[in-house]
């Protein structure tokens, strides 16, 4: 790093006068503070950001709606109106010419009040539905102040109505209905429940509410475009938009990390002025996703002027990404190459990770990401019945090299076509794609998610005349063929543009052969994990199953009798109509149903892992034919039954550690033909690798019953290679439910291995297990070392307090050694683990 700065001090000139020197900024956001909400009368402190759920719980008005079934208890919050209030003293944006009110986030319908009068945004209300002041949660509203303020105690009032009403007002003007109501209005639509979520209908100021405040000129947006980019150098041009409140001159100056690289004189005309100017980076450092390279970030600055300055920041990586979508003899492809290499992606669907989003925070977003980095992950799914992001979520994702498939927010329904609903639309996404356009983890803008999946699959236009499916389908085509295309068009013509995710429904032969696929066959069809295998498509982006969470997180929402898989408060915390029945169609199929509600929990997560495991195992087995695997669901936005790896308080499901394991840049793969064991070795490493593969075939006690190793062999950079095909001789099939095959594959700088198994869990014959365990301490974790004489299936270490283990759910063969680290959450105290193995429930 240190070498890197010295070139680009030697490269690019001095250190930027402009940032080292104390100088006077043009403007500053001075935030409102002491915000009150109504309720029954009384006024009660608020916390802005918020919204009126987390003021109700914090004031003790309700009771915490994840805990038992207080979901159903507090449905009257969303159906109620609510007032919000502050002063301000003009005194708040003093010496400043220019000030403006602005909302970063409204959720959703508002009338703001100053002083008594209702406030618009500069456009005529005229143009406005229901003389709201805002309408759409996912934009930010500025406003002009009026003219009847007072030099003291100005009263701003808001007030936020509820969206059903006025969705239903909405939908009794079309004539014919649509799908679901929730779609009239811009909001998280997860808010009205899904089969993963409570129904919890916020509002509130979710982001926050400031003054902008500035003198002489501000700079109001960057956008850096990289128009070339190679070994020696990239050339990239600065987009600044510059509002001036007069004519002037004033000098720009340009920094990349901290180093000033060209000043310009620029000429200001008043209002907003577009200036661009090319920058290069000598040999410049790509930026990759996680496991191909390093993630190289350049701070560029631009200092508009002297003292007083106006300074904006952006912070860039610079890579190409393209998404190749050609024909091919098969159908067509669904990849995406970076800076020239095909990436095989490999991630999971994320979700909004609260229900409350505001009590996320900058660190908990990092903590997610960072869960995913270590998870062997490279690419997530922002799904479009969620939010768009923080900026702070997408910068950890920048550091991390989680590259980002982001869908515009529309998911699952039809919309109307209204021109104010366009024109909303269209606000929306002008706003969101400026303020994340920048993000070089940013890979792809997707229109929505499984809109043309239901318009064609689900029954959809069995409800309408032929006239009313034109209407219908002429409105999904101005927002998501006409609307959204032109904006990332004129905005963000760097990156691609997928209309609807997926391209076909799973019912179709296409899904296995064109575009992206969400293959629900398994869960939704009830299908047989193996039918992964026929059913892979050219890129994976939804397949899930569902798990319960550990026991430490049902005991925070329930008491002892609410701990039975089939209690009202367990049936509260399980959002799908046959949840428990499909988990236990599987569950008797492949490992049993446990008598005990802890180890139903346990094999629950057992199933879930065994079976997405097995997906991405085959997926990634038939690279380069499938190029993608994002499995549904990362995390959960409470505590529940659900498609996560990772539950709502960030501990690690068996799933998330065995996606670690299947996303490692090398692996071994798997697939059965008859009696013979196909071998492969998926890699993706840049460069062949060579060695040998060694095949053992053991019982469960550890004898060895037969070794064959092979001679040199070579798996391809960044594909899947079969290496070798291994028949099951006759009286090993005999004995399938006592014995395994392990294959090692041994290269120059790693080795990695396989147990593979002749049968289900459920068939098999294991011996009682008894690992032993010590553990002991080291700084701020402890060591836990691990030996079996046995083969020990599922090892589940857990202790009495909350921590970060580096493996667990895992196979341990006879003999085997291994270390677990742990991180406790609380480094006072002294932990005590447990051990709980598939054969200690069954």
């Known amino acids: 790093?240190?070498?890197?700065?010295?070139?680009?001090?030697?490269?690019?000139?001095?250190?930027?006068?402009?940032?080292?020197?104390?100088?006077?900024?043009?403007?500053?956001?001075?935030?409102?503070?002491?915000?009150?909400?109504?309720?029954?009368?009384?006024?009660?402190?608020?916390?802005?950001?918020?919204?009126?759920?987390?003021?109700?719980?914090?004031?003790?008005?309700?009771?915490?709606?994840?805990?038992?079934?207080?979901?159903?208890?507090?449905?009257?919050?969303?159906?109620?109106?609510?007032?919000?209030?502050?002063?301000?003293?003009?005194?708040?944006?003093?010496?400043?010419?220019?000030?403006?009110?602005?909302?970063?986030?409204?959720?959703?319908?508002?009338?703001?009040?100053?002083?008594?009068?209702?406030?618009?945004?500069?456009?005529?209300?005229?143009?406005?539905?229901?003389?709201?002041?805002?309408?759409?949660?996912?934009?930010?509203?500025?406003?002009?102040?009026?003219?009847?303020?007072?030099?003291?105690?100005?009263e701003l009032v808001v007030s936020f109505f509820p969206p059903a009403v006025v969705d239903s007002i909405k939908a009794s003007k079309l004539p014919y209905t649509l799908p679901d109501t929730r779609a009239f209005t811009r909001k998280a639509q997860y808010h009205s429940g899904w089969d993963w979520g409570p129904k919890l209908v916020t509002c509130g100021m979710w982001k926050p509410v400031y003054f902008e405040c500035w003198n002489d000129f501000k700079v109001s947006d960057c956008q850096i475009f990289q128009q070339s980019l190679s070994d020696s150098l990239a050339m990239i041009d600065v987009v600044l938009a510059i509002e001036s409140d007069s004519t002037r001159n004033s000098d720009v100056a340009y920094c990349i990390n901290g180093v000033e690289v060209r000043k310009d004189n620029v000429e200001l005309q008043k209002g907003v002025n577009h200036i661009s100017t090319s920058l290069k980076i000598n040999a410049p450092q790509l930026w990759w996703p996680n496991g191909l390279g390093e993630q190289t970030l350049y701070d560029v600055t631009a200092i508009v002027g002297d003292n007083p300055k106006a300074t904006v920041n952006k912070r860039i990586g610079l890579r190409e990404i393209r998404l190749v979508t050609d024909k091919d003899e098969y159908g067509s492809k669904f990849e995406f190459h970076v800076n020239g290499i095909p990436v095989f992606a490999k991630g999971a669907n994320y979700i909004p990770s609260d229900s409350f989003v505001t009590r996320k925070t900058k660190d908990s977003h990092r903590e997610m990401i960072n869960s995913c980095r270590e998870a062997n992950m490279n690419m997530i799914r922002i799904w479009g019945g969620g939010i768009y992001e923080d900026d702070e979520?997408?910068?950890?994702?920048?550091?991390?090299?989680?590259?980002?498939?982001?869908?515009?927010?529309?998911a699952c329904a039809l919309y109307p076509g209204d021109k104010e609903f366009l024109a909303n639309v269209k606000e929306e996404a002008v706003q969101q794609v400026n303020r994340l356009r920048n993000h070089p983890c940013l890979a792809l803008w997707c229109g929505n998610n499984e809109v043309k999946n239901g318009w064609e699959d689900w029954g959809w236009q069995n409800a309408y005349t032929p006239q009313q499916r034109d209407e219908i389908y002429a409105a999904y085509n101005q927002v998501f063929l006409n609307i959204l295309p032109s904006v990332i068009d004129s905005l963000d013509t760097d990156r691609p543009y997928h209309a609807s995710s997926p391209l076909w429904g799973w019912g179709h032969e296409e899904c296995c052969t064109e575009g992206d696929s969400h293959y629900w066959g398994v869960w939704w069809g009830e299908q047989p994990f193996e039918v992964w295998e026929a059913k892979t498509g050219r890129f994976m982006s939804?397949?899930?199953?569902?798990?319960?969470?550990?026991?430490?997180?049902?005991?925070?929402?329930?008491?002892?009798?609410?701990?039975?898989?089939?209690?009202?408060?367990?049936?509260?915390?399980?959002?799908?109509?046959?949840?428990?029945?499909?988990?236990?169609?599987?569950?008797?199929?492949?490992?049993?149903?446990?008598?005990?509600?802890e180890d139903y929990l346990y094999v629950s997560q057992l199933v879930q892992a065994y079976g997405i495991g097995k997906a991405i195992e085959i997926h990634r087995l038939k690279e380069p034919y499938c190029m993608g695997?994002?499995?549904?669901?990362?995390?959960?936005?409470?505590?529940?039954?659900?498609?996560?790896?990772?539950?709502?308080?960030?501990?690690?499901?068996?799933?998330?550690?065995?996606?670690?394991?299947?996303?490692?840049?090398?692996?071994?793969?798997t697939r059965m033909q008859s009696d013979t064991v196909c071998v492969y070795v998926v890699s993706d490493k840049l460069a062949d690798i060579h060695g040998r593969l060694l095949v053992q075939v053991y019982d469960f006690e550890g004898n060895l019953l037969r070794k064959d190793e092979a001679s040199k062999c070579t798996a391809k950079a960044n594909t899947s290679t079969m290496l070798c095909y291994y028949p099951v001789r006759k009286d090993f099939q005999q004995r399938a439910s006592e014995l395994f095959v392990k294959f090692t594959f041994t290269y120059e700088d790693g080795e990695v291995y396989k147990l593979f198994y002749l049968t289900k869990p459920k068939e098999m014959k294991l011996p009682a297990t008894d690992i032993s365990l010590v553990a002991e301490k080291a700084k701020d974790y402890y060591t836990i070392n691990l030996k079996s004489d046995v083969l020990s299936k599922d090892v589940y270490i857990s202790a009495d307090c909350d921590g970060k283990y580096s493996d667990n759910y895992f196979d341990m063969f006879p003999g085997m050694e291994k270390q677990v680290i742990f991180i406790p959450a609380d480094k006072k105290i002294k932990p005590q683990f447990k051990i709980k193995t598939y054969s200690d429930v069954f």
């Open 393 to 410: 979520f997408y910068d950890a994702c920048d550091e991390a090299g989680i590259i980002v498939w982001q869908d515009f927010m529309f």
């Open 629 to 669: 695997t994002l499995y549904w669901q990362l995390n959960d936005c409470w505590p529940v039954a659900s498609w996560s790896s990772r539950d709502y308080f960030g501990r690690w499901k068996a799933l998330h550690y065995e996606a670690k394991h299947k996303f490692e840049n090398v692996i071994i793969a």
């Open 542 to 597: 939804e397949y899930g199953f569902q798990s319960y969470p550990e026991m430490a997180t049902i005991e925070a929402f329930t008491i002892e009798t609410d701990r039975d898989i089939n209690s009202p408060v367990m049936k509260t915390h399980q959002k799908h109509g046959r949840g428990v029945e499909i988990i236990n169609a599987y569950m008797d199929n492949y490992y049993g149903i446990p008598a005990s509600f």
């Open 1 to 154: 790093m240190l070498r890197k700065i010295a070139v680009l001090l030697l490269v690019m000139g001095t250190v930027c006068s402009c940032i080292n020197k104390t100088t006077e900024e043009t403007g500053r956001k001075t935030p409102l503070s002491h915000w009150q909400f109504k309720y029954d009368s009384l006024w009660y402190d608020a916390n802005i950001p918020g919204c009126v759920h987390t003021d109700l719980l914090a004031n003790g008005i309700i009771s915490d709606p994840f805990y038992r079934s207080n979901e159903d208890s507090v449905q009257w919050v969303g159906d109620s109106i609510w007032s919000y209030k502050t002063c301000f003293d003009k005194d708040d944006f003093k010496p400043y010419n220019n000030v403006k009110l602005v909302f970063d986030g409204l959720d959703t319908y508002t009338r703001i009040f100053i002083n008594g009068k209702q406030i618009f945004i500069d456009d005529s209300p005229d143009t406005r539905d229901y003389d709201f002041s805002t309408d759409n949660m996912f934009r930010t509203w500025t406003f002009s102040l009026p003219e009847n303020l007072k030099e003291k105690d100005n």
